[in-house]
């Protein structure tokens, strides 16, 4: 059973950002509701942050390091940055390639908390592979 502090967290949230929650936490935990419902929107609407500005963020490497090898030197080639591949956890791995064969206006928001993106990484990868100079994020901060 889904808690009311999770539910009514959900309804303060736009429609598009809730059912993105939704779906990536269909069943949340403890864990989850203690950290999510703190989170509040910085914007009423999606903001545009730049590529550029992502590839200096510590966490990038994390992020681009779980892609494929030919994900991450397609990456290092169009940017010229020197991440290195790691482990994939990616279930179907061509969906980035796929994803960035797409229109970057196709895609919904990632969602970014403190900064960095939580959901919509394969928004974010497909976004480094076509050589976007943006994306769009929902842009979360914990309460204080």
């Not at 269909?26 to 914007?43: A, C, H, M």
Request: aromatic share 8%.
């Amino acid at each position: 059973m889904i808690s009311t502090q999770w539910h009514t967290w959900i309804n303060t949230l736009p429609t598009k950002l809730a059912m993105e929650f939704i779906d990536e936490r269909p069943n949340p935990d403890q864990e989850d509701i203690e950290v999510f419902t703190k989170l509040r929107l910085t914007n009423k609407t999606p903001i545009e942050v730049s590529i550029n500005t992502l590839l200096n963020e510590p966490w990038m490497w994390g992020t681009v390091s779980r892609t494929p090898k030919h994900v991450v030197d397609a990456i290092n080639t169009r940017y010229g940055t020197h991440f290195e591949g790691g482990t994939v956890y990616e279930r179907n791995p061509d969906r980035l390639l796929q994803y960035a064969k797409m229109p970057m206006e196709t895609a919904n928001p990632s969602v970014m908390v403190n900064g960095e993106i939580i959901f919509g990484v394969g928004r974010l990868i497909a976004a480094l592979l076509r050589g976007d100079k943006h994306i769009k994020v929902w842009s979360l901060k914990n309460e204080l």
